[in-house]
């Protein structure tokens, strides 16, 4: 699938823009446009200037008023601007008619952030969810991108052949989408067989805003060498790592895409088969950055992403990172305070990693037992069942039998227990 803005281009001078509705929050507003300007310039562009603009209601044909439009094109002339960003999705006639006026691409927050997936993505399964999410963005804007045929043919009698084309063009991403999806369901249904033989260890999954350490505390924690930068998604493929938990035992840390505000809705149920380690984990661990001025906004926006993918019932640990950058120390203890139960830490630096751990730790301790049994020689065909029901604590080999200890978790503990109940010591 052809990214939506090559990446191997020139970077592009650019201008982003944000409508909102008047009398809405300002200081918001703005913090929307960094945002974009960040994500704009992640996608390789270099952003030249920010326009940002109140209405009581968005402009059908154009999203902004005929004196911003001119406005802008004054500066696309004299900057030599060649795309404009708009913070808000835009109707193919807006974009048809920007496009006209301006003669410079223009784009909206959905395409930019389609085009960063595409080009981070590296797995087959990545690439094949960027592609479905691509798809499903193009479709309704295909009327404008076959304007060629009338500009070939010109005049009366070519729309016969356009429409033909469109939905020719039309059927064919529906087949290819049809495809994609199946496709997806085979690579989840290859997924959970893997999961199956790990889930025997206690799962963890870190889900947090886009740019909020993620990767890095995957890092600390695990000595993993998972792909960081200070970029928005830098890294899209799940990656799961093996951790240990101070009393010795294994836990399995996955790292999941990174949420962000205004996030597509068909670009998140595009990748809920990455999102499934976090469906499937038997806790989370929200991280966010405490040093950006909306992270309480951050925080909701993540919780209503897990939402939206029936991911709620779960038991959240919330981890504050970058408390190293905060210029106040009491203002940790202020959100522990309206947080009741988070951890500050920095995972850059490593703080409070062990305060984490340990809290991992009481989580795991509370979803699983440790199961002790005494094995005669001659019931050894009950021996790979117990270690394929969980984590091998202690074994010791005696003459009479094998002592055994292991850590099981509550939804094994049941089938487990009826074949080996008998060999049970209790203590």
């Known amino acids: 699938m052809k990214q939506l803005l090559p990446t191997d281009t020139p ?3 650019a201008i982003v823009v944000s409508v909102v ?67 808000d999705d835009l109707t193919p006639m807006q974009v048809r008619n920007l496009e006209k006026e301006w003669s410079v691409k223009v784009l909206d927050r959905s395409g930019v952030i389609l085009d960063i997936f595409a080009s981070r993505a590296r797995s087959m399964e990545a690439k094949t969810q960027v592609e479905l999410a691509q798809l499903q963005y193009l ?15 010109g005049g009366i009698g070519t729309k016969g052949p356009g429409e033909t084309q469109i939905e020719t063009d039309r059927r064919l991403i529906r087949d ?3 495809k994609l999806k199946e496709k997806l369901r085979d690579i989840d249904m290859q997924r959970k067989q893997q999961r199956k033989g790990r889930d025997h260890m206690p799962r963890f999954a870190l889900v947090g805003y886009t740019n909020a350490g993620k990767s890095t505390l995957m890092n600390m924690m695990t000595g993993a060498d998972t792909y960081v930068e200070d970029k928005l998604f830098a890294t899209l493929d799940t990656t799961v790592r093996q951790c240990t938990l101070p009393n010795g035992q294994l836990m399995l840390l996955s790292d999941t895409v990174g949420f962000i505000r205004k996030l597509p809705a068909h670009l ?10 976090a469906a499937e984990a038997d806790a989370l661990i929200h991280l966010v950055d405490c040093t950006h001025p909306a992270f309480k906004e951050h925080i909701q926006v993540v919780q209503e992403t897990l939402k939206s993918l029936d991911i709620e019932d779960k038991t959240v640990v919330l981890v504050f990172n970058k408390i190293d950058q905060l210029e106040d120390p009491s203002i940790i ?5 309206e947080f009741p139960g988070s951890i500050g830490i920095s995972a850059v630096k490593g703080l409070n990693i062990i305060t984490l751990l340990e809290r991992l730790q009481e989580i795991a301790l509370l979803q699983s037992s440790i199961l002790k049994f005494h094995l005669p020689y001659d019931a050894m065909n009950i021996l790979p069942k117990i270690y394929a029901a969980g984590e091998i604590v202690e074994r010791e080999d005696m003459d ?10 509550a939804e094994r503990k049941d089938a487990l227990l009826r074949f080996t109940e008998q060999f049970l010591i209790n203590e």
Do not use: C
Request: glycine residues 6%; aromatic residues 6%; proline residues 2%.
């Open 333 to 337: 203890r202020d959100l522990q305070i």
């Open 139 to 153: 479709m309704p804007r295909l009327t404008r991108m076959w304007t060629h045929l009338s500009k070939q043919f």
């Open 176 to 178: 290819r989408i049809t």
């Open 21 to 87: 509705k008047k009398g809405g929050d300002r200081i918001q507003a703005m913090d929307y446009l960094d945002e974009l300007a960040f994500l704009a310039e992640t996608a390789g562009a270099e952003v030249i200037a920010k326009v940002y603009q109140e209405r009581v209601r968005p402009d059908r044909a154009t999203m902004i008023g005929k004196g911003k439009v001119a406005e802008i094109k004054e500066m696309i002339e004299q900057d030599d601007i060649q795309s404009v960003i708009f913070d």
């Open 11 to 13: 970077i592009e001078r």
């Open 268 to 277: 998140v149920a595009s990748f809920r088969s990455t999102l499934a380690e």
């Open 400 to 409: 009479e039998g094998i002592r055994i200890s292991v850590n099981v978790s």
